[in-house]
């Protein structure tokens, strides 16, 4: 079966790649690409772990075709700190003990910043449904809530 | 190692960790490996790749019980990019006990046993190639009546599993599904029940839950035709996996080396193999790398949920709220093989109480579904429902209140267990005393809203461990232990490491070792990683604290006993006391090479002395008569932890425990249609609690020292699940004006219950 060629933008990189038409976004992140901080939890569009950005907009890679991301611009949970230095979310989270076991934890945090971006002050309630998508087993959501509304108050207090 | 420095100690006698003033344990410091998980670099099970590597897939029943009769792989092979299937016959024979329950369960071999069951898989040069040829396998099957219900199961007439699978233990005239039977007690429950002012008994069903990790089991195996190989996967314990892994490809155990990868999590789930030893067979048959991950539904359908029950419990109370005696029967269904923890169920059951008649019963009993295994404190859970809600509707006809009737006959210091031994210190009392004085307790409710409590017991694990404790020569450490990382367990470590040392908890890197890298490390499990791993620990870093001495009292040329350790210094003491200068221990290090060699501690011990561990949980739930929804809108988790190592850590366990408890006890179970197969193998329509589903939840850590380690750490991790099943149980109940006997309490459920009572 011959294969798509795609001309893409992830995390600021230009980056071509041939993909067969079957294949996820999440596929291509992953085995092609090999950006493996998305993860698959389910494959159906149920968990959210494999959450990236599709020109600014919240989307699950799994839902998404690889050749669907021909003149895109994707961000992931890779491109989140600038070098060595933490986005604030990632910075909070590790504070807050928000992750156990921490394979919900790039798409949270993949979320979080969507979230934050359109909703600079969000409240609990308002958190707490935008995750509604991103199933986390280990944790019972409280300190991600916490460590969320924390950074959100730290970035508007930066602003 | 002095036996006695790690088995329990019995008395009052002060405790080593007790009163001792810790300079890094309690604090909670970031997690080592935060930054690689919080950036997308840490690596779990499917994120890893090896040149020339292959995809494998799974062919799986479609039927709940059927012969195969033919397995046809001739179109499949046939298929370009194809490079092997492998079927039954590729695996060990000969294998008795539970290494051939293990195997029959990883592929089938004449009978496909639940809807999911292995029967054949591909590897092939594409995931998406090895799944395309997973449906050109042509299985031809016989297919035969099945069960998937536990009572049913049990029934006369009932279809066989497979007959000759039950032990001596099972009495004469039961079902053959019925393979295993507990029975236990005390005293004369017939007598306690003539005794008490009200008893009361009732009957309580649960349906089979997942744990529910978001990772789907993957793993990359390497293995050549001389037998040697190499496997990278996600699970609770890799020395298991290795062990297994070479009974079913029958090669030696050393010859296979297991690295388990950051795991996401497994709740017990992931204590077992399933997909390993596949992907190993189609290795050797391939010689190349092989990568398999299961899809979402393969973790629903083929790998272990819990067992469901029904049971029946009764109790006696008398006016004053004394129990007289307690009885029950816990019948519990654990897929198509022995092994449903029917024995823990009976054994944890009445664990909170001291009465003096009990009885307590357990059946296991095979039937039609994928094979439980161990979720999070297994059988407790459901025992506590049972018990608990029985319990609560005594407080209620009687007029008493549930937490000083709970405290009345709480187990203590000095009680006889229901299940035998005597217990040593515990903290079942204080968990009580802090839910009675914790403000949530007595908040005033609204209308529509009900409050209930429940107490949880479990008996936490010690098990094989070894650990390894390296200093580097500018006086850093390096920790090698046996036991996955679940949930920030580096960190627990790296402060005990760090303590013993007197250096920065910075300067410890801790590491998962690999299977060839360190002795035997039992599973993850039995909430055992902070007591054993941490006990370990402790001594390793001991260990190594000895041979800093003696270098220093070499250096000095005083005897070794007259050296100890203070901040991370060797310090003479004794008669030579401040005649030389404190020796830092970066300053020991820098010359070992000159003084001895490298130092390294080591530990390796099956520590005994894992204290058991209760909790309180408080919770006010909203019933809408309308829909039968529920909200829980206030938790409080009260729990026992012994010593809280990294007690943010601790809440997380508590709060995650008491997460998938709501999930248990409202929405979460396994619908079997009419078919024997799985209706609901997607988490869209098996819903675990989401973000909007949960209300924060308060934590309050109780440490009652456990005379079984050194700093007096029980585990936390299991407990927690225990009480939540029958608290939220009790406050549904209390909210809604009847009484709810099964779970999961759903919204069909809860108008069902509103429906009859009404109506009666
Ligand atoms: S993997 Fe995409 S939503 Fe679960
Ligand atoms: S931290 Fe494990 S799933 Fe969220």
Redesign the pocket.
């Known amino acids: 079966m011959s294969k798509i060629h795609v001309t893409t933008t992830v995390n600021g990189d230009a980056v071509e790649f041939l993909c067969d038409a079957r294949e996820t976004l999440l596929d291509v992140l992953r085995d092609r690409l090999n950006l493996t901080g998305a993860k698959e939890g389910c494959g159906t569009g149920d968990c959210g772990a494999c959450s990236v950005t599709l020109d600014g907009r919240l989307v699950c890679s799994c839902l998404v075709l690889g050749a669907e991301a021909e003149g895109r611009e994707i961000a992931t949970v890779e491109g989140m700190a600038n070098g060595e230095e933490l986005h604030p979310l990632q910075q909070k989270f590790i504070e807050y003990a928000a992750?156990?076991?921490?394979?919900?934890?790039p798409g949270i945090l993949v979320a979080t910043k969507a979230l934050l971006e359109r909703n600079p002050d969000p409240t609990e309630t308002e958190v707490r449904y935008w995750l509604a998508g991103n199933l986390?087993?280990?944790?019972g959501y409280d300190k991600i809530i916490r460590a969320v509304m924390d950074t959100a108050a730290d970035m508007r207090e930066a602003s | 190692m002095a036996l006695d420095e790690y088995k329990p100690q019995t008395g009052k006698a002060m405790l080593e960790g007790e009163g001792r003033s810790f300079k890094q344990v309690g604090t909670s410091p970031d997690r080592p490996d935060g930054v690689d998980k919080v950036t997308g670099r840490a690596r779990f099970g499917a994120d890893v790749t090896a040149p020339g590597m292959l995809h494998a897939a799974i062919v799986r029943s479609p039927h709940a019980h059927a012969r195969i009769l033919k397995i046809d792989t001739s179109a499949a092979e046939a298929l370009d990019g194809v490079k092997a299937v492998v079927t039954r016959a590729d695996f060990a024979t000969g294998l008795t006990g539970e290494m051939w329950n293990i195997l029959e369960n990883v592929m089938a071999d004449k009978t496909a046993l639940y809807d999911g069951h292995a029967v054949a898989a591909v590897a092939a040069t594409s995931a998406l190639i090895a799944r395309d040829a997973a449906k050109l396998v042509k299985v031809e099957y016989e297919v035969l009546p099945h069960v998937t219900d536990v009572d049913a199961a049990m029934a006369t007439g009932a279809p066989v599993i497979r007959e000759g699978a039950a032990d001596a233990s099972v009495p004469p005239g039961l079902h053959p599904n019925v393979v295993r039977y507990h029975e236990s007690g005390r005293g004369d429950v017939e007598a306690g029940f003539a005794e008490a002012d009200l008893v009361i008994e009732d009957h309580f069903r649960t349906e089979a839950t997942h744990q529910g990790y978001?990772e789907p089991h993957a793993c990359l195996a390497q293995m050549g035709g001389d037998g040697k190989g190499e496997l990278w996967c996600c699970t609770q314990g890799h020395w298991n996996v290795q062990k297994i892994c070479a009974a079913l490809l029958g090669t030696e155990q050393s010859a296979l080396r297991v690295t388990a990868s950051e795991i996401?999590?497994g709740f017990g789930g992931k204590t077992t193999v399933f997909i390993e030893p596949v992907a190993l067979a189609l290795s050797r048959k391939t010689s190349r790398p092989v990568k398999l991950v299961m899809s979402r539904s393969e973790v629903f359908r083929a790998t272990g949920p819990t067992a469901s029950t029904s049971m029946d419990v009764k109790v006696g109370m008398k006016k004053d709220g004394t129990i007289t005696a307690m009885q029950g029967t816990f019948r519990l269904q654990g897929g198509a093989f022995p092994g449903a923890p029917a024995d823990m169920t009976a054994m944890c059951a009445f664990a909170p109480y001291n009465v003096a008649n009990l009885k307590q019963v357990g059946y296991d009993v095979m039937s039609n579904r994928p094979k439980q295994a161990a979720y999070r404190a297994p059988g407790s859970p459901m025992a506590a429902f049972a018990t608990e809600s029985v319990i609560d509707e005594l407080c209620n006809q009687l007029g008493l209140d549930p937490i000083e009737v709970r405290l009345k006959n709480a187990s203590r210091e000095g009680t006889r267990a229901s299940y035998g031994p005597k217990f040593q210190r515990i903290g079942l009392v204080e968990t009580l005393e802090a839910a009675k004085a914790h403000p949530h307790y007595s908040a005033p409710l609204k209308p529509g809203q009900g409050r209930g409590v429940s107490c949880g017991f479990w008996f936490n694990f010690g098990g094989e461990t070894s650990v390894s404790l390296a200093l580097s020569e500018d006086g850093s450490a390096q920790l090698m232990v046996g036991t996955p990382d679940i949930g920030g367990s580096r960190a627990s470590m790296a402060l005990m490491a760090a303590e013993e040392l007197g250096i920065p908890y910075e300067n410890v890197r801790v590491t998962i070792a690999d299977t060839a890298s360190l002795g035997y490390n039992e599973v993850s499990h039995g909430s055992r990683v902070t007591y054993a791993s941490g006990l370990a620990t402790i001594q390793a870093a001991r260990d190594a604290v000895r041979k800093l001495c003696g270098r220093a009292a070499a250096k000095w040329g005083i005897p070794e006993d007259a050296v100890k350790w203070e901040n991370g210094c060797a310090v003479p003491s004794g008669p030579n006391a401040g005649d030389f200068d404190p020796l830092p221990i970066a300053e020991i290090t820098a010359s070992m090479g000159a003084t001895g060699g490298p130092i390294v501690g080591h530990f390796e011990a099956t520590p005994e002395g894992a204290g058991v561990s209760f909790a309180t949980h408080i919770v006010d739930a909203e019933v809408d008569p309308e829909t039968g929804k529920t909200a829980v809108v206030r938790y409080t988790v009260v729990q026992d932890a012994g010593k809280a190592i990294h007690p943010t850590y601790v809440e997380g366990q508590f709060q995650g425990g008491a997460a998938q408890g709501i999930g248990w006890a409202l929405n979460e179970e396994y619908i079997y249609g009419e078919d024997g197969r799985l209706q609901n193998a997607v988490f869209l329509d098996y819903r675990i609690p989401v973000a909007s589903d949960l209300p924060m939840i308060d934590t309050v850590i109780v440490e009652v020292p456990n005379p079984g380690h050194p700093y007096g750490v029980r585990g936390v991790g299991e407990t927690s699940i225990c009480p939540p099943l029958a608290a939220i149980a009790n406050a549904v109940s209390a909210a809604a004006g009847v009484r709810l006997h099964e779970l999961p309490m759903s919204p069909p459920r809860i108008l069902e219950a509103l429906e009859r009572q009404r109506g009666g």
């Open positions: 992750l156990q076991c921490g394979i919900c934890t986390c087993r280990c944790t | 978001i996401g999590g």
